[in-house]
């Protein structure tokens, strides 16, 4: 004879627990579905919104305060997107002295310029021999009110 | 007809130095080594240290002085940045190439249709740019009609810097004078003592066993030799594998930083391993049906009396839970402990290891109650979330004179908001 149930588990019976039967926190309604449910969206995730290649994106802290006229003070955390083609215009990561610092860079062909957002700051001129990596494209900047 | 395929390896060169470099520019182009467990020996180089004459290997006592003075920079292993890190070169390969398949912290295969020399060449220069830009690693790429090909392949593009990096093996190619130059101990597959064994039989080179005759081969190296062999031929014996296969065991062991002689420091070590394989263990959504705990001396200090143990247990009911486990492997380390030994080791193994839901019931374990899941669920939660070790037990102690030492270790820049790496503005 087949039967169509199997057993799944055995479990030993242990009076002191209570039977816990599960509460719905909204009601059933045996007719009518939720309106809702149709139309129902994902919670709204800061992944989405601040990473777009999430396999090269960084978060870096800022020192120093040449930046504040990008909105960018010292302590300030910036989302670094390393994917990102370096245009011009951009606020970037860029190694220099073998440290990284943020700036804003402009290029026009072949020639570079790094900008500091406060004008308390010199424009930073690449010098001849001198070389320059762009080591990613700061996209947001993090910091609390 | 089916397009041929290749395979192809992906490799970090000096993965774990060149991690090091990602946040600390200044390190470009400078000898740097890494440093195993409690900075022991040496595990990775840079190529400046490499050219240094600096051995992998190499224990860090003996050779720490010499370092200082050719001005080396030492680190000692930060897993976490190098776990970080890796996960995203394999995801960016991902983005790059559908099929692919993780094989160590540092290397991944792929395969793809057999396409013109040129093709193949501008395909890999493409991925180890991509790789280089947004991650700062350095890899090599090598092809070949099957991986063991693939990995000699990839061994020659590292070793050959006139290829940029990547080298290809194409099917039906002559490579028997490439395969002559490698010694058949680097061939993939076959470690010491299989190329001992085959040194006897006048067996020195990749091309020798190419060309050995294959019962011989299948006497002496069994079916996995003759696979070598086969894949050496270009016959592709080796799949690729999409999913990993499930962990057979759980090790968590440490060298001592400092010696161990009583009881005390040796439970308290005992306990933290303990709470970190069962995270695993719960991490990986498996339970442990057996426990073995074992500790030993120094076996390099002859002048010390030695002892080595080690027990096993078969658990009642596989478990994943820390207390259980504690008890348990407490108890296996009160019979292991011989006083008067200078302990320099210990470590705890799980086994038998059980995907979470399976089982039977036994008649005479009870059953597991439901609020030991809870608690252990929000023991990890906050962990992850506020870093490991957060909240402990008791058992595993406040301070620990022990805990191996890592006294150069690099920030873990991508998995603490505590230690990012900071740009100057």
């Known amino acids: 004879m087949k039967s169509d149930s199997t057993i799944a588990t055995i479990q030993q019976f242990d009076p002191r627990e209570g039977l816990k039967l599960p509460l719905f926190l909204c009601r059933v309604s045996a007719g009518f579905p939720s309106p809702a449910e149709d139309h129902l969206d994902q919670r709204l995730d800061l992944n989405e919104l601040l990473v777009a290649h999430p396999a090269a994106t960084f978060f870096v802290r800022v020192a120093g305060d040449s930046m504040i006229g990008a909105g960018i003070n010292h302590d300030d955390i910036l989302v670094v997107d390393r994917a990102l083609e370096p245009a011009n215009g951009k606020v970037v990561i860029a190694v220099l002295n073998g440290e990284l610092t943020v700036k804003r860079l402009f290029r026009t062909g072949d020639s570079f310029r790094l900008a500091a957002d406060n004008p308390a700051y010199p424009d930073r001129l690449l010098s001849e021999g001198e070389s320059c990596e762009i080591w990613g494209v700061a996209t947001f900047v993090i910091h609390s009110l | ?425």
């Open chain 2, 1 to 425: 007809m089916p397009t041929p395929e290749l395979y192809a390896l992906l490799d970090c060169n000096n993965f774990y130095a060149s991690c090091e470099r990602v946040f600390a520019p200044q390190l470009a182009g400078r000898p740097l080594v890494v440093l195993s467990n409690n900075d022991g020996c040496i595990i990775a180089r840079s190529n400046e240290a490499k050219a240094l004459g600096i051995g992998m290997g190499e224990p860090y006592h003996r050779c720490q002085a010499r370092l200082a003075g050719q001005q080396v920079e030492v680190f000692s292993s930060n897993y976490p940045l190098y776990g970080d890190l890796s996960g995203r070169v394999m995801a960016l390969l991902g983005q790059l190439e559908p099929e692919v398949e993780i094989y160590s912290i540092d290397e991944a295969f792929f395969r793809l249709p057999l396409a013109a020399p040129a093709k193949l060449q501008a395909s890999g220069r493409h991925i180890r740019d991509t790789v280089r830009r947004q991650l700062g690693i350095p890899v090599s790429i090598g092809y070949g009609p099957t991986k063991t090909l693939a990995k000699i392949a990839n061994r020659l593009a590292k070793q050959r810097p006139e290829h940029g990096g990547v080298f290809a093996i194409r099917p039906g190619q002559d490579i028997d004078r490439l395969l002559a130059g490698i010694a058949v101990g680097d061939v993939w597959g076959i470690g010491h003592r299989s190329a001992r064994k085959l040194a006897t039989a006048g067996i020195h080179t990749a091309l020798d066993l190419k060309n050995a005759d294959p019962s011989l081969i299948r006497r002496q190296l069994t079916v996995t030799g003759a696979r070598t062999q086969l894949e050496l031929r270009g016959v592709p014996c080796l799949e690729l594998a999409k999913t990993p296969a499930a962990r057979q065991s759980i090790v968590t062991s440490r060298s001592f930083g400092q010696p161990v002689t009583n009881l005390a420091d040796l439970r308290q070590a005992v306990a933290t391993y303990i709470a970190i394989a069962a995270a695993k263990l719960r991490h990986a959504r498996q339970k442990a049906g057996c426990l073995q705990v074992f500790i030993s001396t120094n076996r390099f200090r002859a002048d010390l009396p030695q002892y080595s143990n080690s027990q096993l247990l078969t658990l009642a009911r596989a478990s994943a839970a820390t207390p259980e486990l504690l008890e348990r492997a407490l108890a296996l380390l009160a019979q292991l402990y011989r006083p008067g030994y200078v302990y320099q080791k210990a470590g705890v193994m799980l086994l038998d290891l059980q995907p979470e839901s399976s089982g039977q019931g036994t008649l005479f374990a009870p059953a597991e109650p439901a609020k030991n899941q809870d608690l252990l669920g929000a023991l990890d939660r906050i962990n992850q979330r506020w870093g490991r070790d957060t909240l402990r037990y008791a058992a595993s102690g406040l301070t620990r004179p022990w805990w191996p030492r890592q006294a150069k270790k690099s920030p873990a820049y991508t998995t603490d908001w505590r230690q990012l790496p900071v740009a100057k503005a």
